[in-house]
């Protein structure tokens, strides 16, 4: 594969396509696909198949290609294609996208040739007739020194190219697809440099030290100090230690505030550079002015990127060749998004906070969500339109951002379903939380009374269910009891107090729908968030004929746990949460009996796997699991999880 790491571009050089394309969506009758261009593209789509002799080219123009302007040198083009004959199942089909410049035209081999797997002349993907093959996995943070869990997928893809039935059907991201709060000095300063290469659109700013996106960018404090950009009133302090300074998390993970993305095109910068190697090629970071301490944290994060940067070619690759559909967790927008009503008082009562949450929101639309559902979204995307094309002198209209933004946060929830075999049911757990009415610092249910009602309704009678959870369902108990624990001490903040159990009445409503006699018989539930990997088989008890539930997690991507603490964590739930322990009683899934699954290379009976990665799962004609691996990206090979009960 050509090196496009150490070939920085010449400086007046712009190649025509900047990041993608990203294959979202493949169906008999349509094809979705997104990709970011440095100028607005004239683009015609070529689909062949020599099995069965299969060729179309087809012009993109009207609704079929939707480009939207974020920069002055920046065109997201959002493809969707539908198809007057539909195209065959479990097969190989390639495609190209042909940039057209008057008589010339190219094609992905000439403009992305590191798209290409060896010996392939296009791209190809594989429309599956059932999910018969998931890929899925959570947090992918780019200066983790894990190794990335898209590299999996592509070692995976180039085994089976030519396979169509070893190809996996779906990848399902299911959740911090960026770290928009969570970001490297040496990440946040290629995301300024790639601003103004491209010449993003800036904003004004209210409620900040600053005025505008190029005092940020230009102010002292703008790496690693940008707490200190809040007016300095007494009302602002919680705004700032809870957004904005990072709060320590000492028994799951450190969150670190101080560089978090602000403008919209700080975020959009974010996605090219996380999705595409070219955006590298077009910029040269320098390492900024910093206070010793802050010099030093840069330079190892610095070494951490450019691992993840050298990956690069290969997840573009992937994710041109399989269908890939997303859903937010808090990361893409912020840590501990909705995590409390005091919460969201504090953050959405802020003008500042308000619109660091909705810049977020609006790159997840144009980035995330209109991949998975194009057609929910046409009147949020002519809104996005009209504040794209009132950039004057390239400066967003702060009014018509605004408008977006409250609109945006009025969507009555982000989930979708998909007719595929088995049905897909994608949950939204952070826009309709169950808000405690008791204490507004108690954490929220990850999905209300409606929403769970509106849900249960989404899978009646349905003899098995695909669900996406971005938090399991199904947690480890002990953890689950630590952060109950800090909840009753007024601190959720402190553990990430954010699972199903940590709200009575969600908790409540969801046992009783595993529990209605007219849901699905078999129900998998793929999970993230959490750091680590694990396998639970979950019955109801005294039902013979109950449903079986699978609860499946796989975390993180590019995202590990403390492993020290993990251990301790493992031993101590399989000691204190045993079958025979009184404390089974006193949880709320006392009706339900859990069964863990252990991975093949445990070494005493651990249940939880630490290691980056990707989940891999193969289900039969039925929709049941047949076989669960964890892909580690160290190169160890794949783990799977074994049926056998514990000893």
Not at 131 to 155: N, Y
Not at 390 to 405: E, H, N, P, S
Request: charged residues 25%.
């Amino acid at each position: 594969m050509p090196s496009l790491i150490d070939s920085p571009a010449p400086a007046d050089f712009l190649p025509p396509v900047l990041a993608g394309p990203l294959l979202r969506r493949t169906e008999p009758g349509r094809l979705v696909f997104w990709l970011v261009g440095s100028r607005p593209l004239t683009l015609s789509l070529v689909l062949a198949s020599e099995a069965h002799q299969l060729q179309r080219s087809i012009r993109l123009d009207g609704p079929a290609c939707q480009r939207l302007a974020i920069g002055r040198d920046a065109v997201l083009h959002l493809i969707d294609v539908v198809l007057d004959e539909a195209l065959p199942s479990d097969c190989l089909i390639e495609y190209d996208l042909r940039v057209h410049a008057g008589a010339a035209e190219q094609g992905i081999a000439d403009w992305a040739p590191h798209l290409l797997y060896e010996g392939a002349r296009r791209p190809s993907f594989v429309i599956k007739s059932r999910l018969d093959r998931v890929l899925h996995g959570s947090c992918r943070k780019p200066h983790h020194a894990a190794a990335d869990g898209l590299l999996c997928v592509d070692q995976l893809l180039a085994r089976e190219h030519s396979d169509p039935l070893g190809r996996p059907a779906l990848l399902l991201m299911t959740g911090d697809q960026v770290y928009a709060d969570d970001v490297a000095g040496p990440m946040l300063v290629a995301i300024h440099a790639l601003v103004r290469r491209l010449g993003l659109y800036g904003e004004r700013l209210e409620g900040a030290v600053v005025d505008d996106s190029d005092a940020l960018f230009a102010h002292p404090a703008t790496y690693y100090r940008r707490e200190q950009l809040l007016p300095a009133f007494k009302s602002n302090e919680a705004l700032r230690e809870r957004f904005f300074g990072g709060v320590e998390k000492p028994v799951f993970t450190t969150a670190n505030g101080q560089n978090h993305l602000i403008t919209l095109g700080e975020v959009m910068a974010m996605y090219l550079l996380v999705w595409s190697p070219l955006p590298w090629t077009l910029i040269a970071p320098a390492i900024p002015m910093l206070e010793p301490r802050h010099a030093e944290r840069y330079r190892c994060e610095d070494a951490c990127l450019q691992a993840f940067r050298q990956g690069l070619p290969q997840v573009a690759r992937a994710l041109a060749h399989v269908p890939s559909l997303m859903i937010f967790d808090d990361h893409d927008i912020t840590d501990d998004w909705n995590l409390s009503a005091r919460w969201e008082e504090t953050a959405y009562g802020h003008p500042l906070s308000r619109r660091i949450i909705g810049n977020a929101l609006i790159a997840y639309l144009l980035c995330q969500a209109w991949g998975n559902q194009p057609e929910r979204f046409g009147e949020l995307l002519v809104q996005t339109r009209q504040l794209l094309d009132t950039a004057g002198a390239a400066w967003l209209d702060c009014a018509a951002q605004d408008r977006l933004i409250d609109d945006l946060f009025k969507l009555d929830g982000w989930g979708y379903e998909l007719a595929t075999e088995p049905p897909l049911v994608v949950l939204d757990t952070r826009t309709r939380r169950w808000r405690s009415e008791r204490n507004l610092s108690r954490p929220s249910g990850l999905m209300d009374w409606e929403a769970l009602s509106e849900f249960q309704q989404h899978i009646l009678d349905k003899p098995s269910v695909l669900i996406v959870s971005p938090p399991p369902m199904f947690g480890v108990k002990l953890i689950e009891t630590v952060q109950r624990v800090f909840s009753w001490a007024g601190q959720p903040l402190l553990v990430d107090a954010e699972n199903w159990m940590a709200h009575r009445g969600a908790a409540h409503v969801m046992m009783n729908i595993f529990r209605h006699s007219r849901t699905p018989g078999d129900y998998v539930i793929l999970s993230g968030d959490v750091h680590y990997s694990f396998v639970y088989e979950v019955h109801i008890r005294a039902r013979e004929r109950g449903p079986r539930v699978w609860q499946i997690t796989s975390s993180g991507v590019k995202n590990e746990f403390p492993r020290r603490l993990l251990d301790w964590f493992d031993r101590l739930n399989r000691w204190l949460y045993a079958p025979w322990s009184p404390l089974n009683w006193l949880t709320k899934r006392r009706r339900l009996e859990v069964v863990p699954r252990v991975p093949d290379r445990s070494r005493a009976g651990e249940r939880l796997w630490n290691g980056a990665g990707i989940g891999l799962l193969v289900l039969d004609e039925h929709g049941r699991p047949q076989e669960i691996y964890q892909l580690n990206a160290d190169g160890s090979g794949p783990v799977a999880f074994l049926a056998e009960r514990p000893a």
